[in-house]
């Protein structure tokens, strides 16, 4: 049942170079040494077949926020386009991020809930570029890092979360006490403030200092699996005791996602939310996968490098429809 | 949490919400408690959570020195990092540090934030498999390199290969790591 609950799992560790100013972003001759360090040292290490580099600068505006919408890179990178750079391994979705706040942000996605499989991947980069290169690291402070937040690990683990049922249930409040009292965060991941449109959470480590990696997985990860309990007891109950009532509102999602001619991204979250508890009751034939791919597929950056063309306003509504309809014809065959 | 049901108290931060939660606070030596309402709790949460800690830090910094936030135009005696001359009221303004260095200059002032922070103070965890014994193979490497690029330059070939022996030596003894 979890693996209805879980999207992914996220794991980023944050690196500097000793012998660099956190700030290299801001400065292209410290930047470019950042580039090339991480590049050779990689090589060096014999892991550098699979990665390709990407500068930010050489790509187009809508390429780049493409990838921060499929999360391989974070929006943060792309405050620094000139400087910022990107080293990618497409396979497993491991990426490192170079010259943003940190010189480094060594992440790792995995599908589900797989923090291990996700740090081990992270921690595979780190040995390799820890052997040739000296990173800041304090015997009693761990890893130095640009913000205080994240000294010590420099790691964030995070779950992505669909809760629609703990949401709808009004829980959201008891969760959030909940996960901060085991020194965790909650927050919506679209949306503004405290908004969490889709019902998407991210729940993540917010301490990283003084305490291990393995421990701080192994909380998030317990969490992650105490809300997936929660969620799916309300799911059973609702399956059990309204599922007429269940059946409506998932299939009345279905039907508008695959008959609407104009789809704003802020209905199309809720549509989503109702046809991925569909696909993950059965109730629907529709692939988890396919659902969380519709998720990046149909953002404003990814139909505006489909189609090509700078759309705007009600041009992105329509080619979002457009767009929906064919990934779940493609996605049915 | 604070459960006061009789008292209804105001968020601290907004001035709007009910104050829901409450945080302690080191503020002039001494723990004090903050009330927050949820909206303002989860701010302060999301910005941890994203890094982006500019107000947070501030005022727990503020907070913790007991310092009232210093007038622009009020001289004070700053601390200042030797290594990038990044001062402790750029840092406190703008939540970052400038260079591993920071750590050492602003000491008094971090250990108690990140006391704040984190609830500890003591690394536990992973460390750079950099030994001191490999950075110094890296700095030969790098200054052998560099004689050799001069001596090609200046088309002394017979100390060129003699580098480029050496620098072969030291790469074998580098596989055997
Ligand atoms: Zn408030
Ligand atoms: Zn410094």
New interface residues.
Partial sequence: MRHGIVLSSRVRLARNYEDIPFDAAQRPEYAAMCVNRTTTALKSAKLGEGFDLLRLREMSEVSRTAMAESRLISRDLLRTPDTAAVLIRVDDALTIMMNEDDHLRIQAIRPELDLTGAAQACFQVDDALSRQAVFAFDEQLGYLTACPTNTGTGMRASLLMHLPMLTRGKQMGDVGQLVAKVGLNIRGVYGEGSEALGNIYQISNQVTLGRTEQELISAVTAVGVQLCDMETALRDKAMKDGRVALEDVVFRAWGTLLHARLMPLNEFYQHWSNIRLGAALGLLKLPLTLADALLDQVQDAHLRVYADEPLEGVQLDECRATRIRELIRLGGE | ?AENENSFMLCEECQVNEACYTISVMMGGQVTQRHLC??C???M??S??T?N?KHL?SAILTAITGAEAPAADEPREDVICER?QTTLSQFTKS??????AC?KAFQEQ?TP??QQ??????????????TEA??RQ?FRHEELMRQMEQAVAVEDFETAAMLRDQLRALAEKEGED
Wanted: charged letters at 15%; a positive charge; hydrophobic letters at 45%.
């Fill in positions: 949490m949820a909206d709790m989860a701010k949460n999301m941890i959570a890094g800690v830090l990038c939540g970052r540090l400038g260079c591993p750590y971090l934030m990140l922070i984190h609830g500890r103070v003591q690394h536990a965890g992973r460390k750079p498999l950099n490999a950075q890296r």
